[in-house]
């Protein structure tokens, strides 16, 4: 017989009632019954009831044991009465009543229990992952996780990308977010950066000629976590290609991300079944107030400046006089709600920040509240007939320049959908959002910039860079996005350096800057570049919508706290002198302040 077990916890059945076996694992829960002692044996596939009363030579044994000691059992099979079968459990019509039992390990008392799935703070989980770890949710959480890879990996293989790996220890770059630096001990002085992404080494792979790259791709950051987001590293499903359109890659990646959902999709559907939609950037902000719209909520943002203008409505004709905008929320059967529900929503704007949500309420077909007073009845009227709302709806107003009215407009329609019960549950909703603009003004420096990524295709190429108003340029620039939440960026490369020089001169950047900050890829470039694009879906992102988390770290191994602390390892931490000496570095202690 095998030394620690001959089946697995969650093997055995009624067939194997009479038979001597061995089992390890953890003691997850125990239960004495008047004398007879149950045991919940637990490993990494399942749970198997182990028995002993007070004639058992291992009931002392194993009743002295603390909950996550580690243990053998020896024992036999017995099948269970008809009245104490567990239906819940795989092997819930047996039990093994114990004859031999050896501690592998004895735990000491838990700083919190695994059985179970009672909340606990977030510092004692992270401390105790290697715990956490244990418990029935996390464990199929980083499962799935597994799976969803392995699912990813196969699918690009079976479109004909191969997997490459790229450098971990790379160049610094200046655009994007703040790089993690690797001092160099052999060259005094000088960094290394992880990469935030294997952006330009994908790019030379097409210069290479390898035509269909992919890689399961860590990325670091150091940028400050969001419940979407984790500090420090994520995993994207990384990928480009050679000789292709946007649509291409679109054709390439759809199929691949709808066949892992519907997979792991555990009973909701993944909608379009066909070709995922494809949402202009412009329309998105106007419809959604978002260019990561979740299409599961049906409620569309309408313009309705031209209502506001020359109205007489003091506040919104002075905003639309001024350039600014009025957009119109609407609120499908809140006029049954009472007025607390309208004072509520517009308390929670200037809580974000905001002047404040407009609104009219209908109930039984007669409009009320502020605007509908102040509009006019006929203004009114021709509002409510545009927004198409019936008897007993409501509609809210954000106004404001543009952004500052989108912005607000696309916070309130997630809102009202949550408040107003309305979005669609157990479906999975893709989109893509595409024609980004490949500029944009910047308030603060009062210069023209790269809206999005800089190294994009511009539609139009160098005729549009010639001869258009920057801020009307498009961009071969699209997202992919499911349920509100952005799981990728991607576009159609530029690989013509006159094209990019032209970019950048318009950003600002000199030549001479593009060749000093991105001499890798632009000499590339210079020798033979395919016209070539791709995306990368973020891995992390995409787990945490299967599972139904709302947060990263439920599907992440290790991750580190708001503050990119690891809690368990102790990172980061302090270095003695003598590693410091060897990198030439000397810590500069930051302002104290006050």
């Known amino acids: 017989m095998h030394s620690y077990r001959t089946h697995v916890c969650s093997e055995l059945r009624k067939a194997h009632v009479g038979e001597t076996v061995r089992l390890s694992g953890w003691i997850h829960r125990t239960r004495d019954h008047g004398g007879v002692l149950f045991v919940d044996l637990r490993d990494h596939h399942g749970i198997t009831q182990i028995v002993a009363d ?22 036999e099979v017995l099948a269970r009465s008809a ?88 160049a610094s770059s200046p655009e994007g977010a703040r790089d993690y630096l690797v001092p160099s001990r052999v060259h005094p002085g000088k960094f290394y950066a992880l990469p935030q992404a294997p952006q330009m080494f994908k790019q030379l792979l097409m210069v290479a000629g390898f035509d269909r790259y992919f890689q399961i791709a860590p990325c670091f950051r150091d940028e400050d976590a969001r419940a979407d987001r984790s500090p420090g590293e994520f995993y994207q499903l990384d990928l480009e290609m050679s000789f292709v359109t946007q649509e291409d890659v679109f054709n390439a990646l759809e199929p691949v991300l709808a066949g892992v959902f519907e997979e792991f999709a555990n009973g909701k559907t993944v909608t379009p079944s066909g070709e995922f939609p494809r949402i202009p950037y412009k329309e998105a902000m106007l419809k959604y107030g978002s260019d990561k719209p979740d299409l599961r909520n049906p409620i569309e943002i309408v313009d309705v400046t031209q209502h506001f203008k020359g109205s007489g409505f003091g506040l919104f004709d002075k905003i639309t006089a001024g350039g600014g905008t009025v957009r119109a929320i609407p609120a499908p059967g809140a006029g049954a709600n009472s007025r607390k529900f309208f004072d509520d929503m517009n308390n929670w704007a200037r809580g974000e920040g905001f002047a404040g949500l407009g609104y009219i309420n209908i109930r039984d077909g007669v409009p009320g509240g502020p605007i509908a007073k102040n509009h006019g009845e006929d203004g009114t009227a021709k509002l409510l007939e545009e927004l198409g709302l019936g008897g007993n709806d409501g509609v809210f107003f954000a106004a404001g320049k543009e952004s500052e009215a989108a912005k607000l407009a696309g916070a309130a329609r997630t809102r009202i959908g949550e408040q107003l019960e309305l979005i669609e549950q157990g479906c999975f909703k893709f989109c893509w959002i595409v024609d980004f603009p490949m500029f944009e003004y910047d308030e603060e420096t009062k210069k023209i910039d790269f809206s999005h990524n800089p190294f994009s295709m511009p539609q139009g190429e160098m005729d549009a860079l010639e001869n258009s108003d920057p801020l009307d340029i498009l961009a071969w620039q699209y997202d992919i996005v499911c349920n509100g939440v952005e799981l990728s960026s991607g576009a159609i490369r530029n690989h013509r350096p006159e094209i990019m020089y032209k970019a950048f001169e318009i950003a600002g950047y000199s030549q001479e800057d593009v060749d000093r900050e991105f001499a890798g890829m632009i000499n590339a470039f210079k020798y033979g570049a395919p016209p070539h694009g791709g995306s990368a879906p973020g891995v992390d992102r995409m787990v945490m919508l299967l599972a139904d988390e709302p947060n990263i770290r439920e599907v992440v191994l290790f991750p580190m706290n708001q503050k990119a602390e690891d809690l368990m390892m102790g990172a980061p931490g302090n270095v003695d002198m003598k590693q410091l000496r060897e990198l030439n570095i000397r810590i500069v202690e930051p302002p104290k302040q006050g």
Do not use: K, W
Not at 54 to 75: I, K, M, Y
């Open 83 to 170: 009245d104490t079968v567990n239906g819940n459990l795989p092997t819930g019509e047996i039990e093994v009543v114990a004859r031999d039992v050896v501690v592998q390990s004895a735990a000491e008392e838990l700083p919190m229990p695994v059985a179970g799935e009672q909340e606990y703070p977030e510092d004692i989980r992270l401390r105790y992952r290697f715990l956490d770890l244990r418990r029935e949710r996390l464990h199929n959480n980083v499962m799935l996780r597994s799976a969803v890879i392995t699912s990813l990996r196969q699918r690009m293989v079976d479109q004909g990308f191969t997997e490459f790996q790229t450098p971990i220890l790379t």
């Open 54 to 75: 007070t004639d058992n030579p291992c009931f002392a044994q194993l009743d002295s044991l603390r909950s996550e000691s580690v243990v053998t059992v020896t024992g």
